[in-house]
């Protein structure tokens, strides 16, 4: 069964350095997204994405993070300047269109730390 | 804005008991509701859902019913074994149109012991 794929499952990283994390959504997939869960929190949506724009945005996603689509199967999320607050584990997922019978699909995740 | 409320966990049952998970929400319009379920070490799976009121989603012998007059999606089981435990999340989508964002809940996680 096809499945979204995320790199790398883990991620260390001191305050202030730049990150990029890696989705491999489902291949024939339109739509894009990106969610995280602080420890205890609630999973909170960042942003999605859809014909290479960003559809809607959170509060949460300022301008140290972009996402980018750099070819046919990658789907990535840049924090430019981390903060101790970045601290979460980070979900990708896409669904294949807009029907109300559309369902997302997840990745793994990817646990990042910042210290 | 749109919010979810889940059932507080961790939740420690006996293989074979019944299990209730509660999730409440508040949302304007209509919108479809989700359970997802995360397994260790994996990402959300899609476990069932309901697009409208009084329908039932069921998969795995799990359940859930979209009471709009309660505003609830209770996740129900008749009989828990090992392998369910997992941290399981609630969700909406404010409309029918498939790509909107989820609004999840703060997980509940369900330990069955043998």
């Known amino acids: 069964e096809p499945e979204v794929t995320q790199t790398p499952s883990h991620q260390v990283t001191q305050m202030g350095q730049e990150v990029i994390l890696r989705c491999v959504p489902i291949s024939n997939h339109l739509y894009f997204y990106w969610y995280r869960q602080i420890l205890g929190q609630k999973v909170e949506f960042l942003v999605s994405f859809y014909n290479n724009e960003i559809s809607e945005k959170s509060e949460i996603f300022d301008d140290q993070f972009s996402v980018e689509r750099p070819d046919g199967s990658n789907f990535t999320l840049k924090i430019r300047s981390t903060k101790l607050e970045d601290s979460a584990m980070y979900f990708c997922?896409?669904?294949?269109?807009?029907?109300?019978?559309?369902?997302?699909?997840f990745g793994p995740g990817t646990r990042l730390l910042v210290l | 804005g749109d919010s979810v409320t889940q059932m507080e966990g961790p939740v420690t049952l006996s293989e074979e008991a019944f299990l209730t998970i509660n999730c409440t929400y508040t949302a304007t319009g209509y919108p479809s509701l989700f359970w997802y379920v995360q397994y260790p070490g994996e990402g959300l799976q899609l476990l069932l859902k309901?697009?409208?009121?009084?329908d039932k989603g069921s998969n795995k012998g799990f359940e859930a019913t979209y009471r709009k007059e309660t505003t609830s999606f209770h996740l129900e089981k008749g009989s828990v074994q090992v392998s369910d435990s997992a941290v399981y999340f609630c969700?909406?989508?404010?409309?029918?149109?498939?790509?909107?964002?989820?609004?999840f809940g703060t997980g509940t996680r369900l330990t069955i012991i043998p």
């Open positions: 969700a909406l989508r404010p409309s029918n149109f498939g790509n909107e964002k989820l609004t």
């Open positions: 997922a896409s669904s294949s269109g807009q029907g109300a019978w559309e369902t997302q699909y």
């Open positions: 309901a697009t409208k009121a009084d």
